[in-house]
T-cell receptor, first 113, second 110 residues
Framework: GAGVSQTPSNKVTEKGKYVELRCDPI?????LYWYRQSLGQGPEFLIY????????DSGLPNDRFFAVRPEGSVSTLKIQRTERGDSAVYLC???????????FGPGTRLTVT | GQSLEQPSEVTAVEGAIVQINCTYQ??????LSWYQQHDGGAPTFLSY????GLEETGRFSSFLSRSDSYGYLLLQELQMKDSASYFC???????????FGQGTELSVKP
């Protein structure tokens, strides 16, 4: 079946603008995760959902970052008032349940100019 | 704090065996995973150890010693396509959140 998909694949935005990044998980996966990866680093956890609720948002860097998963499937990561330091690849992953392996999408490369 | 240590780079030749080590220091531990990532690609799951010992999956094996907070990934019969970054990641709580190391860049030479 289809894997995790993310759109857009690339996003260039100006400092101060608002962006939304979308993740479509594997069908039937109840857990969904967002990570951020900078060049030469490992993925850094942001937030994860179990169903529709955010079960752990301890990795969100500040209140400019917010994520939703209203119907327990697709998720959107929202970043307000973007800063140059937000530039990174944003990865989404899903798993059947929280104790199973995570499958990653190809990521969205965000560049803030 | 929470940290994972792994070598930044490893070089080996085709057909050889290579071991990538990972030591971790985390507040909780529910298992150690390994992921492979090619340049510009998504991390791909390789293996998972929740209990001490060796797990084997084809050419790849992974080992865990919880008492030593240590694990390794063993790649056998190296192929050029194995050139990639390899990440160890600890599942720190029951929720599935993964804490990743900084990655080991493996270069396989002919």
């Amino acid at each position: 079946g289809a894997g995790v998909s993310q759109t857009p694949s690339n996003k260039v935005t100006e400092k101060g603008k608002y962006v939304e990044l979308r993740c479509d998980p594997i069908s039937g996966h109840t857990a969904l995760y967002w990570y951020r990866q900078s060049l030469g680093q490992g993925p850094e956890f942001l937030i994860y959902f179990q169903g529709t609720g955010a079960a752990d948002d301890s990795g969100l860097p500040n209140d400019r970052f917010f994520a939703v998963r209203p119907e327990g499937s697709v998720s959107t990561l929202k970043i307000q008032r973007t800063e140059r330091g937000d530039s990174a690849v944003y990865l989404c992953a899903s798993s059947l349940t929280t104790n199973r392996e995570q499958y990653f999408g190809p990521g969205t490369r965000l560049t803030v100019t | 704090g929470q940290s994972l240590e792994q070598p930044s780079e490893v070089t080996a030749v085709e057909g050889a065996i290579v071991q990538i080590n990972c030591t971790y220091q985390t507040s909780g531990f529910y298992g150690l995973s390994w992921y492979q990532q090619h340049d510009g690609g998504a991390p791909t799951f390789l293996s998972y150890n929740a209990l001490d010992g060796l797990e084997e999956t084809g050419r790849f094996s992974s080992f865990l010693s919880r008492s030593d907070s240590y694990g390794y990934l063993l790649l056998q019969e190296l192929q050029m396509k194995d050139s990639a970054s390899y990440f160890c990641a600890v599942r720190g709580n029951q929720g599935g959140k993964l804490i990743f190391g900084q990655g080991t860049e493996l270069s396989v030479k002919p």
